[in-house]
């Protein structure tokens, strides 16, 4: 056991497993504080140089992967600070990793077993002038750091590149060169900072990999993302979890615990989300599930939840609200919400025109009599609807009259207050504790950037300076950007509409078999 380690590695948890199976070009894991992200990477590296699979992937390994010997390289924050006191001795057989003794089942040896040194030594093996591991079956690995300029991570080409902690974004494309002619792969394990700057340092790895790798109908087939959170690590005590973490500000909590991105931290609607979480009804929030129970209160009442759905055809039968937020500058954006006889909302579709309204009225219009839906009521941002068309033509003409005169008659005269509309949206993605579901949803195929799924992932507070951030409380107003769908949903709340509501005002202002709203 102490020799070969490494054939008796157990994955931490399901996630764990699952990006030991990954045959993905692009990985990375996102995760809390000692969640064991970067020792499942490095089992990861240490499998593929030496072709050894552990006991509990036997069988299940993917074949394609072993292909040793390989060149690696692993990239990490400090050679002095990281790599020397971190993680080496998690590499060496005859160092001791973990809390209990030496042997002991709460740690492990080192992971590179013994008979895969030369010699049977880490200093035969180790030619520290070029920083590189080589094992007697002529496998490699070359440690480098995020402090060297981008021009020394060129040279040859790479099986595998494993990089501990977020790297630069220069580095990660010069890093992914290498990989090209190998059909080599490529690893991220980390935790997002937690220091409002740097965040939006890191931001491109959610943009760039974690997100598009993330299950889902829009999942990048060469990205796999996989989220390990802290309380989900059963090596760790939870009283000693909560002690550590106890003066932790909300957001904090959230990326040290959970590994969330700080960028999104900060957001407006933090509920939503577009692949499956838990909610504990009791703690009234998402949760960790450990063991069929929330892992912070014990409680089992919990439950599954989402925000995107498939879609329903009934959808198109119920009374339908449509949203329009005109831009001058930029794609006119709209969207059309079923109202369901229980009143939950239902996201159908969602368009984004840069057209002169005469042609928007034309791709509505379109789409309206394709589905032959019942509409209901047409609202407008008051904001935008209000104001001048445009500087030349017709004086004292609004947006809203523009569109008004082509045949899309919105009502502009619904309340802007924000943190009224927001606290209402945020009661309607709260899972219900009667259906057990979330009565605003989204049909799975509203997709397409940017669309209401995206904007309400990425819509977030503003913040103060950098320097002042942690003294004060956040901002009382939203970050001006992607908040175009969000918005409008927040004006689709303070317009109190309900299913009977509409429908009596359906049969009270159409006549015969009209279909639109006056």
């Known amino acids: 056991r102490k020799e070969s380690a490494l054939l008796f590695y157990r994955p931490v948890n399901a996630e764990a497993e699952r990006y030991h199976l990954s045959t993905a070009k692009e990985r990375v894991i996102v995760g809390g504080n000692r969640s064991s992200k970067s020792e499942t990477q490095l089992v990861e590296l240490v499998i593929q140089m030496t072709g050894i699979v552990p006991y509990s992937l036997a069988g299940k390994y993917p074949k394609e992967k072993l292909r040793p010997p390989i060149r690696a390289r692993l990239t990490v924050e400090s050679l002095t600070n990281t790599w020397a006191p971190v993680i080496r001795p998690k590499l060496q057989w005859n160092q001791w990793t973990g809390s209990g003794e030496p042997g002991s089942a709460k740690g492990h040896w080192g992971w590179i077993p013994r008979n895969m040194l030369i010699k049977g030594k880490w200093d035969e093996s180790w030619l520290e002038r070029e920083r590189t591991l080589t094992l007697t079956n002529g496998a490699t690995c070359q440690t480098m750091s995020y402090d060297q300029d981008v021009q020394d991570f060129s040279g040859s080409s790479m099986h595998l590149l494993a990089h501990d902690e977020g790297p630069p974004h220069s580095i990660y494309r010069e890093n992914r060169m290498r990989s090209l002619d190998v059909g080599g792969q490529l690893s991220i394990a980390m935790t997002p900072p937690d220091d409002e700057s740097a965040s939006w340092d890191a931001a491109w790895v959610f943009d760039e990999l974690y997100e598009k790798g993330l299950p889902g109908p829009n999942k990048d087939p060469d990205k796999d993302s996989f989220t390990f959170f802290t309380e989900a690590n059963p090596f760790l005590l939870k009283a000693e ?11 904090q909590r959230q990326v040290r615990l959970f590994g969330a991105f700080m960028h999104l931290g900060g957001r407006v609607y933090s509920i939503y989300t577009d692949r499956p979480q838990y909610w504990c009804f009791y703690c009234n929030k998402i949760c960790v599930i450990d063991h069929g129970v929330c892992a912070a209160c014990q409680n089992i009442d919990t439950v599954e939840f989402c925000h995107l759905m498939e879609p329903q055809e009934q959808a198109y039968t119920y009374p339908i609200v449509y ?4 831009h001058p500058r930029k ?7 079923a109202v369901t006889p229980w009143d939950d909302w239902w996201v159908i579709k969602h368009m984004n025109l840069d057209k002169e309204p005469e042609l928007v009225r034309d791709e509505v219009s379109d789409f309206e009599k ?14 935008m609807g209000r104001s001048r068309a445009h500087n030349a033509g017709k004086r004292h003409i609004t947006v809203a009259e523009e569109f008004s005169a082509v045949g ?6 619904v309340s802007d207050n924000f943190m009224v509309g927001k606290n209402r949206v945020t009661a309607m993605l709260r899972p219900d ?8 949803k989204i049909f799975n195929n509203c997709l397409d950037s940017p669309s209401p799924n995206n904007q309400m992932k990425k819509f977030t507070w503003d913040e103060w300076a950098r320097y002042s951030s942690e ?18 949903l927040g004006y689709l709340a303070n317009s109190n509409v309900t299913y009977a509501g509409l429908q009596m ?7 015969g078999n009209r279909k639109g709203a006056y």
């Not at 979890?241 to 957001?251: A, N």
């Not at 394709?370 to 904001?383: C, E, G, S, Y």
């Not at 504790?433 to 605003?440: F, K, Q, S, V």
């Not at 005002?505 to 006549?511: A, K, L, P, S």
């Open 471 to 488: 003294q004060r409380d956040s901002k009382p107003t939203a970050r001006p950007l992607n908040d175009d769908y969000p918005k409008l």
């Open 323 to 326: 949203l329009l937020d005109p």
């Open 433 to 440: 504790p009667r259906t057990r579901e979330p009565r605003l």
């Open 408 to 413: 899309i008659r919105c009502d502009d005269s």
């Open 505 to 511: 005002g359906v049969q009270v202002w159409r006549r």
């Open 370 to 383: 394709q589905f032959d839906l019942n509409i209901a009521k047409r609202i407008i941002d008051p904001n």
């Open 331 to 337: 794609a006119h954006m709209m969207a059309w919400i």
């Open 241 to 251: 979890i909560e002690r550590v973490s106890k003066d932790l500000t909300p957001q």
